[in-house]
Protein backbone atom coordinates (compact mmCIF):
# COMPACT_ATOMS: atom_id res chain seq x y z
CA UNK A 1 0.00 0.00 0.00
CA UNK A 2 1.21 3.19 -0.52
CA UNK A 3 3.62 4.93 2.31
CA UNK A 4 0.82 6.90 3.20
CA UNK A 5 -0.70 4.31 5.13
CA UNK A 6 0.42 2.99 8.43
CA UNK A 7 0.62 0.11 10.53
CA UNK A 8 -1.19 0.77 14.25
CA UNK A 9 -2.49 -1.07 16.69
CA UNK A 10 -5.34 -0.17 19.10
CA UNK A 11 -4.18 -1.93 22.57
CA UNK A 12 -6.42 -4.17 24.60
CA UNK A 13 -6.67 -2.40 27.47
CA UNK A 14 -7.79 0.60 25.64
CA UNK A 15 -10.65 -1.58 24.08
CA UNK A 16 -11.34 -3.64 27.04
CA UNK A 17 -12.17 -0.55 28.90
CA UNK A 18 -13.70 1.49 25.88
CA UNK A 19 -15.90 -1.03 24.76
CA UNK A 20 -19.41 -1.07 26.03
CA UNK A 21 -20.22 -3.57 28.77
CA UNK A 22 -23.82 -4.60 27.05
CA UNK A 23 -21.59 -5.33 23.87
CA UNK A 24 -21.04 -9.24 23.23
CA UNK A 25 -17.42 -10.10 23.47
CA UNK A 26 -16.13 -12.53 20.79
CA UNK A 27 -13.90 -15.10 21.52
CA UNK A 28 -11.58 -15.98 18.74
CA UNK A 29 -11.17 -19.73 17.54
CA UNK A 30 -7.69 -21.40 17.75
CA UNK A 31 -6.64 -20.90 13.99
CA UNK A 32 -3.29 -20.58 13.51
CA UNK A 33 -2.39 -17.97 11.16
CA UNK A 34 0.29 -15.50 9.28
CA UNK A 35 2.09 -13.50 11.85
CA UNK A 36 2.14 -9.31 11.64
CA UNK A 37 4.00 -8.54 14.88
CA UNK A 38 2.12 -4.75 15.50
CA UNK A 39 4.08 -4.21 19.13
CA UNK A 40 2.08 -2.05 21.19
CA UNK A 41 1.37 1.21 19.31
CA UNK A 42 -2.10 3.22 19.22
CA UNK A 43 -4.45 4.66 16.61
CA UNK A 44 -2.75 7.55 16.64
CA UNK A 45 -5.55 9.98 15.56
CA UNK A 46 -7.08 9.57 18.53
CA UNK A 47 -5.46 9.02 21.98
CA UNK A 48 -6.71 6.86 24.44
CA UNK A 49 -7.77 9.65 26.30
CA UNK A 50 -10.05 10.90 24.07
CA UNK A 51 -13.58 12.39 23.72
CA UNK A 52 -16.62 11.85 22.05
CA UNK A 53 -16.96 13.81 18.33
CA UNK A 54 -19.42 15.89 19.66
CA UNK A 55 -17.89 16.94 22.96
CA UNK A 56 -14.04 17.73 21.68
CA UNK A 57 -12.93 19.41 25.52
CA UNK A 58 -10.43 18.97 28.13
CA UNK A 59 -12.09 16.46 29.91
CA UNK A 60 -9.94 15.00 32.96
CA UNK A 61 -9.11 11.24 32.27
CA UNK A 62 -11.50 10.43 34.97
CA UNK A 63 -14.38 11.26 32.87
CA UNK A 64 -13.17 9.12 29.90
CA UNK A 65 -15.41 6.53 30.33
CA UNK A 66 -18.75 8.70 30.16
CA UNK A 67 -17.14 10.68 26.77
CA UNK A 68 -15.54 7.08 24.64
CA UNK A 69 -19.20 5.52 24.69
CA UNK A 70 -19.19 4.17 21.07
CA UNK A 71 -21.85 4.87 19.08
CA UNK A 72 -21.79 2.83 15.95
CA UNK A 73 -23.89 -0.50 15.63
CA UNK A 74 -22.03 -3.29 15.45
CA UNK A 75 -23.30 -5.25 12.58
CA UNK A 76 -23.19 -9.07 13.89
CA UNK A 77 -21.64 -11.58 11.40
CA UNK A 78 -21.71 -14.19 13.56
CA UNK A 79 -25.38 -14.06 14.57
CA UNK A 80 -26.40 -13.25 10.67
CA UNK A 81 -24.86 -16.85 9.71
CA UNK A 82 -26.10 -18.77 12.38
CA UNK A 83 -29.40 -17.31 10.80
CA UNK A 84 -28.42 -18.29 7.19
CA UNK A 85 -26.90 -21.76 8.72
CA UNK A 86 -30.74 -22.25 9.82
CA UNK A 87 -32.14 -21.30 7.13
CA UNK A 88 -29.98 -23.78 5.36
CA UNK A 89 -30.69 -26.50 6.95
CA UNK A 90 -34.59 -26.38 6.16
CA UNK A 91 -33.67 -26.42 2.73
CA UNK A 92 -31.36 -28.67 2.43
CA UNK A 93 -34.15 -31.24 4.50
CA UNK A 94 -37.21 -30.07 2.14
CA UNK A 95 -35.30 -30.93 -0.78
CA UNK A 96 -34.02 -34.11 0.29
CA UNK A 97 -37.44 -35.07 1.71
CA UNK A 98 -39.06 -33.91 -1.82
CA UNK A 99 -36.74 -35.32 -4.67
CA UNK A 100 -33.98 -37.63 -2.45
CA UNK A 101 -31.14 -34.96 -2.91
CA UNK A 102 -28.15 -34.34 -0.69
CA UNK A 103 -26.31 -31.04 -1.69
CA UNK A 104 -22.56 -32.43 -1.55
CA UNK A 105 -19.35 -29.74 -1.44
CA UNK A 106 -16.00 -30.93 -2.49
CA UNK A 107 -13.03 -29.15 -0.88
CA UNK A 108 -9.16 -29.66 -2.05
CA UNK A 109 -6.17 -28.43 0.57
CA UNK A 110 -2.80 -28.44 -1.02
CA UNK A 111 -0.12 -28.14 2.06
CA UNK A 112 -0.18 -27.35 5.15
CA UNK A 113 -1.11 -24.00 6.16
CA UNK A 114 -2.43 -24.13 9.60
CA UNK A 115 -4.94 -21.24 8.41
CA UNK A 116 -6.18 -22.93 5.74
CA UNK A 117 -6.35 -26.36 7.83
CA UNK A 118 -8.59 -24.69 9.86
CA UNK A 119 -10.70 -22.88 7.29
CA UNK A 120 -11.20 -26.19 5.69
CA UNK A 121 -12.04 -28.16 8.83
CA UNK A 122 -14.50 -25.04 9.68
CA UNK A 123 -16.38 -25.69 6.36
CA UNK A 124 -16.79 -29.02 6.90
CA UNK A 125 -17.83 -28.82 9.79
CA UNK A 126 -20.53 -26.06 8.81
CA UNK A 127 -21.31 -28.42 5.83
CA UNK A 128 -22.82 -31.61 8.83
CA UNK A 129 -24.25 -28.69 10.74
CA UNK A 130 -26.36 -28.01 7.89
CA UNK A 131 -26.96 -31.71 6.41
CA UNK A 132 -24.43 -31.22 3.34
CA UNK A 133 -22.10 -33.91 2.29
CA UNK A 134 -18.82 -32.99 2.00
CA UNK A 135 -15.59 -34.65 0.06
CA UNK A 136 -12.30 -33.60 1.28
CA UNK A 137 -8.68 -33.96 -0.55
CA UNK A 138 -5.89 -33.66 1.53
CA UNK A 139 -2.75 -33.19 -0.74
CA UNK A 140 1.28 -32.17 0.44
CA UNK A 141 2.93 -28.71 -0.15
CA UNK A 142 4.99 -30.73 -2.85
CA UNK A 143 1.76 -32.06 -4.84
CA UNK A 144 1.85 -31.47 -8.11
CA UNK A 145 -0.16 -29.17 -10.30
CA UNK A 146 -1.43 -32.17 -12.76
CA UNK A 147 -2.62 -34.29 -8.85
CA UNK A 148 -5.01 -31.19 -8.25
CA UNK A 149 -6.21 -30.57 -11.58
CA UNK A 150 -7.35 -34.89 -11.61
CA UNK A 151 -9.14 -34.14 -8.32
CA UNK A 152 -10.68 -31.65 -9.98
CA UNK A 153 -11.76 -33.56 -13.30
CA UNK A 154 -13.06 -36.43 -10.87
CA UNK A 155 -15.25 -33.97 -8.70
CA UNK A 156 -16.64 -31.90 -11.76
CA UNK A 157 -17.51 -35.54 -12.99
CA UNK A 158 -18.80 -36.66 -10.06
CA UNK A 159 -23.19 -36.14 -9.78
CA UNK A 160 -22.90 -36.42 -5.76
CA UNK A 161 -20.47 -33.67 -6.09
CA UNK A 162 -22.84 -29.90 -6.41
CA UNK A 163 -19.62 -27.70 -5.29
CA UNK A 164 -15.99 -27.69 -6.02
CA UNK A 165 -13.46 -25.66 -4.00
CA UNK A 166 -9.50 -25.29 -3.89
CA UNK A 167 -8.58 -23.79 -0.78
CA UNK A 168 -6.66 -20.32 -1.28
CA UNK A 169 -3.45 -19.84 -1.26
CA UNK A 170 -2.26 -22.51 -3.04
CA UNK A 171 1.92 -23.28 -2.86
CA UNK A 172 4.13 -21.07 -4.61
CA UNK A 173 4.78 -23.73 -7.00
CA UNK A 174 0.89 -24.00 -8.73
CA UNK A 175 -0.19 -21.68 -11.20
CA UNK A 176 -3.63 -20.32 -9.75
CA UNK A 177 -5.45 -19.36 -12.73
CA UNK A 178 -5.07 -22.85 -13.92
CA UNK A 179 -6.73 -24.60 -11.35
CA UNK A 180 -9.17 -22.12 -10.96
CA UNK A 181 -9.90 -22.54 -14.57
CA UNK A 182 -10.20 -26.43 -14.21
CA UNK A 183 -13.34 -26.00 -11.83
CA UNK A 184 -16.45 -26.67 -13.39
CA UNK A 185 -18.03 -23.48 -13.80
CA UNK A 186 -21.61 -25.19 -12.90
CA UNK A 187 -19.67 -26.32 -9.79
CA UNK A 188 -17.31 -23.16 -8.95
CA UNK A 189 -19.37 -22.39 -5.36
CA UNK A 190 -16.60 -20.02 -4.37
CA UNK A 191 -17.55 -17.49 -7.60
CA UNK A 192 -13.17 -17.30 -8.69
CA UNK A 193 -13.78 -18.68 -12.21
CA UNK A 194 -13.37 -15.63 -14.67
CA UNK A 195 -16.60 -16.55 -16.61
CA UNK A 196 -18.08 -15.68 -13.22
CA UNK A 197 -16.28 -12.94 -12.27
CA UNK A 198 -16.44 -11.64 -15.66
CA UNK A 199 -20.44 -12.14 -15.66
CA UNK A 200 -20.31 -9.94 -12.33
CA UNK A 201 -18.72 -7.25 -14.25
CA UNK A 202 -21.32 -6.90 -17.13
CA UNK A 203 -24.35 -5.07 -17.00
CA UNK A 204 -27.42 -7.95 -18.00
CA UNK A 205 -25.21 -10.66 -17.04
CA UNK A 206 -25.44 -12.97 -14.20
CA UNK A 207 -22.73 -14.58 -12.51
CA UNK A 208 -23.65 -18.45 -11.59
CA UNK A 209 -22.12 -17.63 -7.88
CA UNK A 210 -21.02 -14.67 -6.32
CA UNK A 211 -17.24 -15.13 -4.29
CA UNK A 212 -18.27 -15.98 -0.39
CA UNK A 213 -16.61 -12.76 1.62
CA UNK A 214 -18.26 -10.10 -1.10
CA UNK A 215 -21.25 -11.34 -0.80
CA UNK A 216 -21.15 -12.21 2.64
CA UNK A 217 -20.46 -8.10 2.73
CA UNK A 218 -23.37 -7.39 1.07
CA UNK A 219 -25.49 -9.78 2.91
CA UNK A 220 -24.91 -8.08 5.85
CA UNK A 221 -25.57 -4.64 4.17
CA UNK A 222 -28.87 -5.78 3.46
CA UNK A 223 -29.92 -8.04 6.63
CA UNK A 224 -29.36 -4.80 8.70
CA UNK A 225 -31.23 -2.52 6.38
CA UNK A 226 -28.12 -0.37 4.92
CA UNK A 227 -29.06 1.54 1.89
CA UNK A 228 -26.50 0.88 -0.66
CA UNK A 229 -28.22 2.29 -3.74
CA UNK A 230 -26.93 5.90 -4.67
CA UNK A 231 -24.38 5.86 -2.16
CA UNK A 232 -20.33 6.24 -2.37
CA UNK A 233 -18.62 3.72 -1.39
CA UNK A 234 -14.91 2.94 -1.12
CA UNK A 235 -13.27 -0.31 -1.41
CA UNK A 236 -10.08 -0.54 -0.24
CA UNK A 237 -8.04 -3.50 -1.54
CA UNK A 238 -8.43 -4.98 -5.04
CA UNK A 239 -7.91 -8.75 -4.75
CA UNK A 240 -8.98 -11.09 -7.20
CA UNK A 241 -11.31 -12.71 -4.11
CA UNK A 242 -12.24 -9.98 -2.16
CA UNK A 243 -11.28 -6.14 -3.66
CA UNK A 244 -12.78 -6.35 -7.09
CA UNK A 245 -15.78 -8.57 -6.42
CA UNK A 246 -17.04 -6.59 -3.77
CA UNK A 247 -16.52 -3.24 -6.00
CA UNK A 248 -18.33 -5.03 -8.33
CA UNK A 249 -21.37 -6.36 -6.30
CA UNK A 250 -21.79 -2.43 -4.57
CA UNK A 251 -21.90 -1.20 -8.27
CA UNK A 252 -24.48 -3.61 -8.92
CA UNK A 253 -26.31 -2.30 -6.31
CA UNK A 254 -26.27 1.22 -7.66
CA UNK A 255 -23.76 2.39 -5.61
CA UNK A 256 -21.13 4.97 -6.87
CA UNK A 257 -17.93 3.39 -5.94
CA UNK A 258 -14.19 4.08 -5.75
CA UNK A 259 -11.07 1.43 -5.38
CA UNK A 260 -7.64 2.54 -3.03
CA UNK A 261 -5.34 0.15 -3.96
CA UNK A 262 -1.41 0.28 -3.42
CA UNK A 263 -0.78 3.39 -6.12
CA UNK A 264 -3.87 5.81 -4.75
CA UNK A 265 -2.88 9.51 -3.89
CA UNK A 266 -4.34 10.36 -1.10
CA UNK A 267 -6.46 7.28 0.46
CA UNK A 268 -7.17 8.96 3.47
CA UNK A 269 -8.97 11.48 1.48
CA UNK A 270 -10.83 9.63 -0.67
CA UNK A 271 -11.81 7.02 1.94
CA UNK A 272 -13.25 10.02 4.16
CA UNK A 273 -15.93 10.55 0.74
CA UNK A 274 -17.69 6.96 1.46
CA UNK A 275 -20.82 6.47 2.71
CA UNK A 276 -19.75 2.40 2.92
CA UNK A 277 -15.87 1.42 3.47
CA UNK A 278 -15.07 -2.13 2.66
CA UNK A 279 -11.78 -2.53 4.05
CA UNK A 280 -10.00 -5.86 2.70
CA UNK A 281 -6.47 -5.43 2.57
CA UNK A 282 -4.88 -7.78 5.31
CA UNK A 283 -3.07 -4.59 7.27
CA UNK A 284 -4.19 -4.30 10.59
CA UNK A 285 -5.87 -0.89 11.76
CA UNK A 286 -4.69 0.70 9.15
CA UNK A 287 -7.69 2.93 8.59
CA UNK A 288 -7.78 5.13 11.24
CA UNK A 289 -10.62 7.16 12.70
CA UNK A 290 -9.71 10.48 10.68
CA UNK A 291 -10.30 8.15 7.17
CA UNK A 292 -14.37 8.20 8.49
CA UNK A 293 -16.71 10.21 7.54
CA UNK A 294 -18.96 10.70 10.50
CA UNK A 295 -22.03 8.10 9.68
CA UNK A 296 -20.16 5.88 7.46
CA UNK A 297 -21.23 2.49 7.36
CA UNK A 298 -17.99 -0.20 7.80
CA UNK A 299 -17.69 -3.85 7.02
CA UNK A 300 -13.90 -4.84 7.71
CA UNK A 301 -13.02 -7.64 5.96
CA UNK A 302 -9.45 -7.80 7.59
CA UNK A 303 -8.21 -10.75 10.01
CA UNK A 304 -5.00 -9.72 11.01
CA UNK A 305 -2.97 -11.35 14.21
CA UNK A 306 -1.11 -8.43 16.41
CA UNK A 307 0.83 -9.48 19.07
CA UNK A 308 -1.15 -9.97 22.44
CA UNK A 309 0.96 -11.09 25.92
CA UNK A 310 -2.35 -11.18 27.40
CA UNK A 311 -4.14 -13.66 25.27
CA UNK A 312 -3.72 -17.69 25.69
CA UNK A 313 -2.70 -17.52 21.86
CA UNK A 314 0.03 -15.06 22.37
CA UNK A 315 -2.01 -12.88 19.57
CA UNK A 316 -5.45 -11.45 18.81
CA UNK A 317 -7.28 -10.64 15.84
CA UNK A 318 -7.73 -7.21 14.65
CA UNK A 319 -9.54 -5.81 11.11
CA UNK A 320 -8.06 -3.27 8.49
CA UNK A 321 -10.04 -0.43 10.36
CA UNK A 322 -9.09 0.69 14.01
CA UNK A 323 -12.42 -0.29 16.03
CA UNK A 324 -12.05 1.38 19.13
CA UNK A 325 -12.11 4.93 17.27
CA UNK A 326 -14.07 3.92 14.30
CA UNK A 327 -17.00 2.95 16.25
CA UNK A 328 -17.17 6.14 17.77
CA UNK A 329 -17.34 7.86 14.25
CA UNK A 330 -19.22 5.39 11.97
CA UNK A 331 -22.82 4.37 12.02
CA UNK A 332 -22.58 0.85 12.11
CA UNK A 333 -19.37 -1.57 12.10
CA UNK A 334 -18.36 -5.07 11.76
CA UNK A 335 -16.34 -6.59 14.48
CA UNK A 336 -13.17 -8.68 14.14
CA UNK A 337 -13.80 -11.32 14.93
CA UNK A 338 -17.26 -12.35 14.56
CA UNK A 339 -18.05 -10.11 11.44
CA UNK A 340 -17.52 -11.00 7.80
CA UNK A 341 -15.61 -13.99 8.56
CA UNK A 342 -18.32 -16.14 9.64
CA UNK A 343 -20.27 -15.14 6.71
CA UNK A 344 -17.93 -16.53 4.16
CA UNK A 345 -18.63 -19.88 5.11
CA UNK A 346 -21.90 -19.32 5.25
CA UNK A 347 -22.22 -17.66 1.69
CA UNK A 348 -20.26 -20.95 1.07
CA UNK A 349 -22.85 -23.09 2.11
CA UNK A 350 -25.89 -21.05 0.50
CA UNK A 351 -23.86 -21.19 -2.96
CA UNK A 352 -23.72 -24.72 -2.93
CA UNK A 353 -27.56 -25.35 -1.97
CA UNK A 354 -28.07 -23.20 -5.00
CA UNK A 355 -25.68 -25.20 -7.11
CA UNK A 356 -27.97 -28.73 -6.04
CA UNK A 357 -31.14 -26.84 -6.74
CA UNK A 358 -29.72 -25.27 -9.67
CA UNK A 359 -28.56 -28.70 -11.04
CA UNK A 360 -32.13 -31.11 -10.26
CA UNK A 361 -33.99 -27.90 -10.80
CA UNK A 362 -35.27 -27.60 -7.83
CA UNK A 363 -37.49 -24.48 -6.57
N1 LIG B 1 -11.02 -21.03 -1.77
C1 LIG B 1 -11.03 -20.03 -0.88
N2 LIG B 1 -9.91 -19.72 -0.20
C2 LIG B 1 -9.95 -18.68 0.68
C3 LIG B 1 -11.15 -17.97 0.94
C4 LIG B 1 -12.29 -18.32 0.20
O1 LIG B 1 -13.40 -17.70 0.32
N3 LIG B 1 -12.20 -19.36 -0.70
N4 LIG B 1 -11.21 -17.01 1.94
C5 LIG B 1 -10.12 -16.90 2.90
C6 LIG B 1 -10.18 -17.81 4.10
N5 LIG B 1 -11.51 -18.22 4.58
C7 LIG B 1 -12.18 -19.17 3.90
O2 LIG B 1 -11.66 -19.93 3.14
C8 LIG B 1 -12.03 -17.76 5.85
C9 LIG B 1 -11.38 -16.82 6.61
C10 LIG B 1 -11.86 -16.44 7.88
C11 LIG B 1 -13.02 -17.01 8.38
C12 LIG B 1 -13.53 -16.68 9.76
O3 LIG B 1 -14.60 -17.11 10.12
N6 LIG B 1 -12.78 -15.93 10.58
C13 LIG B 1 -13.15 -15.68 11.97
C14 LIG B 1 -11.90 -15.68 12.84
C15 LIG B 1 -11.27 -17.02 12.86
C16 LIG B 1 -10.19 -17.15 13.93
O4 LIG B 1 -10.46 -16.90 15.10
O5 LIG B 1 -9.07 -17.54 13.57
C17 LIG B 1 -13.82 -14.32 12.11
O6 LIG B 1 -13.49 -13.41 11.33
O7 LIG B 1 -14.65 -14.20 13.00
C18 LIG B 1 -13.69 -17.93 7.61
C19 LIG B 1 -13.20 -18.29 6.36
C20 LIG B 1 -8.79 -17.19 2.21
N7 LIG B 1 -8.84 -18.36 1.40
Keep these: MASSMKFTDCSPSAIVRLVPSTRTRLRSSDSAVLFHRVLGRSCPAYPRTFVSRSSISTLPVISASISTEATAQVIDGKLVAKQIREEITAEVSRMKDAIGVVPGLAVIL ?37 EVLKHISDFNDDPSVHGILVQLPLPKHMNEQNVLHAVSIEKDVDGFHPLNIGRLAMRGEEPLFVPCTPKGCIELLHRYNISIKGKRAVVIGRSNIVGTPAALLLQREDATVSVVHSRT ?23 EGSWIKPGAVIIDVGINPVEDASSPRGYRLVGDVCYEEASKIASAITPVPGGVGPMTIAMLLSNTLTAAKRTHNFQ
Excluded: H, W
Excluded at 122 to 143: H, Q, R
Design 110 to 146: VGDRKDSATYVRNKKKACESVGIKSFEVNLPENATEQ
Design 265 to 287: KDPEELTRQADIIISAVGKANMV
